[in-house]
């Protein structure tokens, strides 16, 4: 058996029953600084117009990027099963909410 397969380790992870049922977000506002990225997640709801954030995640840039590329592999799969995942234009906003991102609103 080699050295890496010695040294791996497995984490067990638990999820409770209040956690288990999950938070929904559809908009998501990042921001970094040299050593974080954190994520802001929240609901954009039609005639409301104020966001409120429902979780914020807090990340060392390592851990950003390894999210990422697992977030783009699941994306890949989810793709390859499902078809492509139609993204709307910039200037069509988060139809159905009369949203869209602002380069003067937004940090970064």
């Not at 590329?69 to 699941?74: E, R």
């Amino acid at each position: 058996m080699s050295k890496e397969k010695k040294n791996v380790q497995q984490i067990n992870i638990e999820l409770d029953e209040k956690i288990s049922s999950g938070e929904y977000a559809n908009f998501v506002v990042v921001t970094h600084s040299p050593a974080e990225f954190v994520m802001d997640f929240t609901r954009i709801l039609p005639g409301v117009p104020k966001a409120k954030v429902h979780s914020r995640i807090i990340m060392a840039p390592q851990h950003a990027k390894a999210y990422l590329a697992a977030l783009n592999d699941n994306i890949k799969k989810f793709e390859a099963k499902n078809g492509e995942i139609k993204m709307p234009s910039r200037d069509e906003g988060f139809s159905g909410f009369g949203v869209k991102p602002s380069e003067d609103v937004l940090p970064n």
